[in-house]
């Protein structure tokens, strides 16, 4: 064995474990928060105001992505790779030129849903309740994409504790804070006025964490070619637009034929799921700059390696989730209440997609990181066509079980069609235990 190259291995494994702890807490502390606030809006509004509020959310998620631009996994790529080098003039013009792009584009689409909403509401959701809560949701598009793209950026820096911070705890500690102090008075649109403070909260932190963590380099001048970062950012729009849809396309299908609590059971069931959630993005908030490092550096033996021991870890913080959620998913929503109880098999069935994904690593990150976005970008389309066939299918003649199946299904397919692309494409196998496809690579030892 080379001992050099067992020290770089175990030296990569040591920062994700590390790096993972810290995101971990941090993700598990967010989680929690954000499950109470579900339970307090929960319990406060029933399952048919949880369904307003919870649509309304998920049209804001829809936007908050296209407001993005898919620049999410761009800036990260791009300012993990040059900060690795020490180029702060690239990092800054980085920085600097998309969150300009963002600014403009989601402020564009903000302004389109605030007027929109109305009709959207009685048009195609035929929902008129819905129409006040999502006009004031739709203030929130723009702070939530600088929360996001500001912990991505952080993340680039490997400032893993500050990214969590802005993406992942503030947000839930603050919308729960203002949600107890003034927002159950209010009803929906307390829940609605308490998430848009906690948004523009985060943002804020997000801003003044960016500027703490690149103190010593804000003098230099920042320089970066914008049609770079669109050429980049365009198949990575789309990849990030198939899994937002995705995730929210059952609630918004629901939305349209199904009555407001069946949108509030389905919803309070899928976000109950969120620990999984943050497992993944945990270890993968980690992984994912490394993975572009080892990229830049031609070390793919590495990248497996990394691969590897990240679906162990991930394995061990979900496996102990799993069991509960399956084996007792009606006292996990009997804290929500008693309305939200026969949500139990939908709860099952999305627990199962969401190991599926746990078990197959960070392969989606492995084929942006590794420049292969058209093939993240065609992977998530054909998962995003499946999830959509299926809601039509499914929900006109099983309701929310018809609808956890379409999610489930085309998440797990999601993955397991990433995990053959890696294989395929960079001779890379994420499995623990099994052969290794990846050879020692002379140039990287």
Known sequence: MNPGRFLKDHFHTYEII?????????????????????????????????????????????????????????????????????????????????????????????????????????????????????????????????????????????????????????????????????????????????????????????????????????????????????????????????????SNASILMLGIWNSESDIGIFSIANRTTILFIFILMSVNSIAAPKFSALHKANDLYSIETMARHSVLIMMVLATPIFFLFVLAPEWILHFFGDDFVSGAPVLVILTVGLFVNVATGSVGFILIMTGNERLARNNAFMATVICILLNLILIPSFGIIGAAIATAFSVAFKNLAASYLVWSKLNICAIPFAKRLQVKQSRSD
Not at 205 to 223: C, F
């Open 18 to 246: 590390r790096g993972a702890s810290v995101a971990f807490v941090l993700k598990v502390t967010g989680a929690v928060m954000g499950l109470l606030f579900s339970i307090l809006i929960a319990r406060s509004i029933g399952a048919q105001g949880s369904g307003i509020y919870f649509l309304s959310l998920s049209i804001v998620q829809v936007c908050v992505v296209i407001g993005s631009l898919g620049l999410n996994h761009t800036l990260l790529r791009h300012v993990s790779a040059n900060a690795s080098v020490g180029n702060w003039r690239a990092v800054n013009g980085v920085y600097s030129t998309g969150m300009k792009m963002a600014a403009f584009s989601s402020v564009a689409v903000a302004l389109m849903i605030v007027f929109l909403s109305p009709v959207m509401s009685t048009g195609i959701f035929s929902k008129s309740a819905l129409a006040r809560p999502l006009s004031l949701m739709s203030f929130a598009i723009v702070p939530l994409v600088f929360v996001a793209l500001h912990g991505e950026v952080l993340r680039g820096l490997k400032r893993i504790r500050d990214s969590h911070l802005v993406d992942g705890s503030v947000l839930p500690f603050t919308a729960l804070l203002v949600f107890l102090l003034i927002g159950r008075d209010y009803g929906i649109n307390g829940a609605v006025w308490s998430y848009l403070a906690a948004s523009l909260t985060a943002a804020v932190s997000g801003l003044l964490l960016w500027r703490i963590s690149t103190a010593e380099h804000r003098t230099v001048k920042g320089s970066f070619d914008r049609a770079t970062l669109l050429a980049s950012s365009r198949p990575l729009f789309l990849v990030a637009l198939m899994n937002v849809l995705i």
